[in-house]
């Protein structure tokens, strides 16, 4: 198989593309948010919250699932979902690195 333009990055540039690409959807930002304010919910309380369909905000958990931005745990036929903290802080640090550097910047640009 050949080489993906992926391959031409670093893993933790290709994780943080990732979760920032999850995380490029509004109704991405307000599941996260909600689930902030309520710590943990199964679907249908975010149905009855966000002015989405039941199967648009099913795909939507599905997505920050995947990147690892939220957890889900099997509640019989329900699954209850809230933040896996572990990755939002990976985040803060790249984020607190990134700060670290522009302070100790010299040159203006632009």
Known sequence: MGVTKT????????????LF?????????AIIEYLLKK?????GDIVDELPLA???ISQHLKELKNAGLIKGTVLGTTVCYCIDERTFWK????????????ETKQ????
Do not use: W, Y
């Open 54 to 56: 039941q199967p648009t």
């Open 91 to 102: 985040i803060k640090e790249h984020f607190l690195l990134l700060s670290k550097k522009l």
């Open 39 to 43: 710590q943990e919910c199964v679907c």
């Open 7 to 18: 391959d031409h990055f670093t893993d933790k540039q290709n994780t943080l593309a990732m």
């Open 21 to 29: 690409k999850a995380l490029g959807h509004p109704a991405r930002i």
């Open 107 to 110: 040159s203006q640009c632009c």
